[in-house]
């Protein structure tokens, strides 16, 4: 493909772990997500020309902002050290929120300069870069996030070492409800909470839910799926810090969730259901919950978003 002058991307929203599958599974959300737009200049160098939706939360600097990182990254690699770009980061997502913010934007670079470029990478090739980008961005290098916004659909990521993502079957009518309390949880303090040894009668139930949930998967076996969701590892000590989880929890299986848990880090939580209706349902119940405890939130609902990045 031929290289353009201009390009503009979107890289959708993700939800880590799958309940039970910490840092190994992750899946994409038609929204929210965040857009990117590159122009090719004459000036060599990288400047970012505006952020919206950041609440002034970014670093502008070129060399701190995880989408003009991943640009020079990809320009290095490719041996194009003279171009010039202009970027804009448009975030339609809250920061912090365990939707994969940090993995969107970084996607979202990646994907536009190599679009830019006329694609002279594919986009499991982008995979290790967005890997870096992460840690740039967040101080760890997990692909649950990263994965899922650019391939979309639900991922394993089956090694880290040497990287082994696999795209897995997505079932029809599967959907998420994800209700954003506003409390603030930071994914480094999230993770250094976990205990670092579990009991092996824990580690055998969770390897069994993995497993019964990817043959869920395959089989489109809502059933299963849903016996499958459940986390005997992570959720016990991150629900701490997640305000009315339990009370959420109850109401989301009063109202038919397949199954319900932190997505990601937290503080954001998601509900699994079978059919848009039922996700729409109780994103509204659990955000009018919240509310009369007088928390403010942000809910979503949505499929499992097929594409992963794309060009607008
Ligand atoms: N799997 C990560 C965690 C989410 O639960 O900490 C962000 O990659």
């Known amino acids: 493909m031929r290289e353009k002058d201009s390009v503009h991307v979107f890289a959708p929203a993700t939800s880590a772990n799958f309940i039970c599958g910490y840092d190994v599974l992750g899946l994409a959300l ?7 737009l590159l122009k090719r200049v004459d000036e060599p160098g990288i400047k970012i020309t505006k952020i919206t939706g950041d609440q002034g939360l970014l670093p502008t600097d070129p060399n701190k902002n995880t989408v003009s990182a991943c ?5 290095d690699f490719l041996g194009k050290k003279n171009y010039g770009i202009e970027i804009e ?8 929120s365990g939707l994969g913010s940090s993995a969107a934007s970084t996607i979202a670079g990646l994907f536009a300069i190599n679009q830019l470029l006329g694609e002279p990478l594919s986009k499991n090739e982008l995979l290790p870069f967005a890997l870096k980008g992460e840690e740039l961005a967040c101080g760890h290098g997990h692909a649950d996030n990263v994965a899922p916004s650019l391939l979309g659909g639900i991922t394993l990521i089956r090694s880290y070492n040497p990287l082994d993502v696999i795209n897995l079957p997505v079932p029809k009518e599967l959907c998420c409800s994800i209700i954003f309390p506003h409390v603030e949880v930071q994914t480094r303090a999230a993770r250094q909470i976990l205990k670092n040894k579990i009991e092996l009668k824990d580690a055998v139930s969770q390897w069994g839910n993995i497993a019964g949930l990817i043959t869920g998967l395959f ?3 809502y059933e299963l799926i849903s016996r499958s969701l459940e986390d005997k590892l992570i959720e016990p000590t991150r629900s701490i810090l997640i305000p009315e989880f339990e009370a959420m929890k109850k109401i989301a299986k009063e109202e038919k969730a397949l199954g319900f848990g932190i997505s990601g880090s937290g503080p ?3 509900a699994f259901t079978r059919g848009i209706e039922s996700a729409k349902n109780i994103t509204k119940k659990l955000k009018e919950h919240l509310k009369k405890n007088e928390i403010e939130s942000n809910g979503y609902f949505s499929p499992v978003n097929i594409q992963g990045a794309t060009v607008l």
């Open 30 to 36: 038609n929204e929210p997500g965040d857009e990117v």
């Open 71 to 75: 640009v020079k990254m990809i320009l």
């Open 268 to 270: 954001s939580v998601v």
């Open 219 to 221: 089989n489109e076996d």
């Open 89 to 96: 980061l448009h975030k339609k997502m809250p920061i912090g």
